[in-house]
């Protein structure tokens, strides 16, 4: 685009000089100065593609494919995570060179699946709090590359498959960017 921009930079300066005024000692400000090609920052660029879907069979299915979709990071927020088959996939995006966190609850009910997802990811392991020790981390939601992000009720648990489950998918960068936010609030106050 910015070799077409410059390739039509004649054209540019003469319209331009056809929509300002010539200026007069009055209207300086005005004054046509000529036009500029530059590139501007990748990062204003607005995006726009936005696509939200809700989904309550199949889940399981979604979070794999989500998984394998993967190119860079995987950033994960689950309360519980013993489901094997979801783990083996993150092994096989792993190996790929998908860098992958995760953030789970330092509980018993954790204690299948943990020391795997110790010895080959970057864990965070949030204990229980509160006055009777009952208050856990409770999300539920995977970022993928920073673009997409799937969330809901279903635990990565090899029995969630028969729970009547809710689970939502965005590939919507300002809604991405608050689960990051939050996985790095979690992330920074447990590690």
């Given amino acids: 685009m910015l070799e077409m921009a410059r390739f039509l930079e004649d054209d540019f300066e003469r319209v331009a000089s056809k929509v300002y005024m010539k200026p007069t000692d009055t209207m300086i400000d005005y004054e046509y ?4 090609i530059k590139p501007k920052p990748v990062d204003l660029e607005e995006d726009l593609h936005k696509e939200h879907d809700v989904i309550f069979d199949e889940i399981k299915e979604v ?3 989500g998984i394998r979709g993967a190119k860079y990071t995987i950033w994960i927020a689950v309360a519980w995570f013993t489901d094997r088959d979801i783990f083996k996939e993150l092994l096989l995006k792993k ?3 998908v860098s992958i966190r995760i953030v789970t609850s330092a509980e018993d009910s954790n204690k299948y699946l943990l020391p795997d997802l110790e010895e ?3 864990i965070i392991k949030v204990k229980l709090w509160g006055k009777y020790l009952s208050n856990r981390v409770h999300d539920k939601f995977c970022i993928i590359d920073f673009e997409y992000v799937m969330h809901g009720t279903y635990n990565w648990r090899n029995n969630a498959i028969n729970n009547n489950e809710t689970w939502a998918t965005a590939l919507d960068r300002d809604f991405v960017r608050k689960f990051a936010d939050e996985f790095m609030r979690l ?5």
Wanted: glycine share 12%; hydrophobic share 40%.
């Fill in 33 to 36: 100065a000529g036009i500029q």
């Fill in 187 to 191: 992330y920074a106050e447990h590690h």
């Fill in 120 to 122: 080959n990811f970057e």
């Fill in 63 to 65: 979070i794999v494919q």
């Fill in 95 to 97: 190996q790929a060179g």
